[in-house]
């Protein structure tokens, strides 16, 4: 068994050169700093996982309000939808760390353990190999954060019940972050794109959990996200929603992107 899994998609996804990727993840963060001052700390985020300079604007909006948090947040427990190996469940790596161009990140051994006993819970090397809807996430949890070790999870055939009950073995307190990696509509043209990502950030403030893998490629680990949410009665905002085509593609086709942040206070605004 290997125990770090390398980076897949450096050097493709985002810079693989670490100076270059920590400049570029940097200025992302900057760019979004004053929107986030003075925010309080999210429970959980939602954020895309596209190519930084198609998502990397609107993904730095969810992680720049984690600031205040650097130092208190120890463990960060991650999602995002497997896009080519299929799984039943939701599947950890098997690794002891992930690996990034800006250093290796260690993988919770006692969460691991904790979430043993959960059937809906397996181990699939294959599921993450290849896959970046975790992998994108990363350089900017290392940018925003100190030390933390992270529970990564690629996101298969799974119900939101089953999604919510990891999430709540492993819910923890202030040490703990959760983030869920979903980008939004794919492939429509920009207008038919903002009216549809528009219905779905509507459907995610509503905390229901009936989105489809139409409406966002990462729906089942956002579904069981909201459902944790409503009945542990937080409270989520929308911080950005945008596509590819307001940041570097064409209009013709887009892919939508959103950030959420879900707070566990009642007085957020």
């Known amino acids: 068994m290997i125990s770090v899994r390398p980076p897949a998609v450096a050097g493709m996804f985002y810079p693989a050169a670490a100076p270059e990727l920590a400049r570029d993840v940097g200025a992302l963060l900057a760019q979004a700093e004053a929107a986030a001052r003075g925010k309080p700390v999210p429970k959980a985020i939602i954020a895309p996982h596209a190519g930084y300079i198609y998502s990397g604007p609107i993904a730095a909006t969810a992680y720049a309000r984690l600031a205040a948090a650097r130092g208190k947040v120890t463990r960060v427990v ?6 080519r190996v299929p799984v039943r469940g939701l599947a950890l790596p098997g690794v002891a760390a992930l690996a990034t161009p800006l250093g290796n990140i260690p993988i919770d051994a006692d969460a691991v353990a904790v979430l043993a006993h959960l059937p809906q819970v397996c181990v699939s090397a294959p599921a993450h190999a290849l896959e970046h809807s975790l992998e994108v996430h990363l ?3 290392q940018k925003v954060l100190d030390s933390f070790s992270v529970v990564p999870l690629a996101v298969g055939d799974a119900s939101a019940d089953e999604v919510a ?3 709540d073995t492993l819910w923890g307190g202030a040490e703990t972050l959760i983030v869920v990696s979903s980008d939004l509509s794919h492939y429509l043209n920009y207008g038919e794109a903002q009216a549809i990502d528009r219905a779905t950030a509507q459907a995610i403030l509503d905390l229901r959990t009936d989105i489809s893998h139409e409406q ?7 579904n069981g996200l909201v459902l944790a949410a409503r009945r542990r009665g937080l409270t ?3 911080l950005d929603l945008r596509n590819s085509g307001d940041t570097a593609g064409d209009r013709s086709r887009v892919v939508g992107y959103g950030a959420f942040a879900f707070y566990e206070s009642p007085h957020v605004h």
């Not at 991650?78 to 896009?83: A, C, I, R, T």
């Not at 966002?216 to 956002?222: K, R, Y």
């Open 236 to 238: 989520p905002q929308l």
């Open 78 to 83: 991650l999602l995002g939808p497997v896009h």
């Open 216 to 222: 966002a490629c990462g729906g089942t680990p956002v």
């Open 165 to 167: 009950q990891v999430l």
């Open 139 to 141: 350089p900017f949890l």
